[in-house]
Nanobody, 126 residues
């Protein structure tokens, strides 16, 4: 079982930047196929933000964050990052990282992920 711990959330003004990290640990980490970031704002459904194929390094983004957010990993540190630039108030949400050991091409589907972190709050003020 893989364990995930997010960090890096906080309060930032619109137009600012934040970087989130997701540290992964566990005996089955080497079997990770993909990891992703999702977010959930109050009163809204959890939505896909970005994902990375842990083996191929390919990346995927929601249209709402494309060009502003960058997902990347440091495999030797078992850590995934989300660099968020040009933040907007509508980016305010709890951000969760997730991982799956199973092959999938539905990177944006939360049902494909089997392990989740506890979440970290990101608040963007206008």
């Amino acid at each position: 079982q893989v364990q995930l711990v997010e960090s890096g959330g906080g309060l930032v003004q619109a137009g600012g930047s934040l970087s989130l990290s997701c540290a992964a640990s566990g005996r089955t980490l080497s079997m990770t196929f993909a990891m992703g970031w999702f977010r959930q704002a109050p009163g809204k459904e959890r939505e896909f933000v970005a994902a990375i194929n842990w083996i191929e390094d390919s990346t995927y983004y929601a249209d709402s964050v494309k060009g502003r957010f960058t997902i990347y990993k440091e495999k030797d540190k078992n850590t995934m990052f989300l660099q968020m630039n040009s933040l907007k108030p509508e980016d305010t949400a709890v951000y969760y990282c997730a991982a799956t050991p199973y092959v999938t091409r539905r990177y944006g589907d939360s049902e494909e992920y089997h392990t989740w972190g506890q979440g970290t709050q990101v608040t963007v003020s206008s």
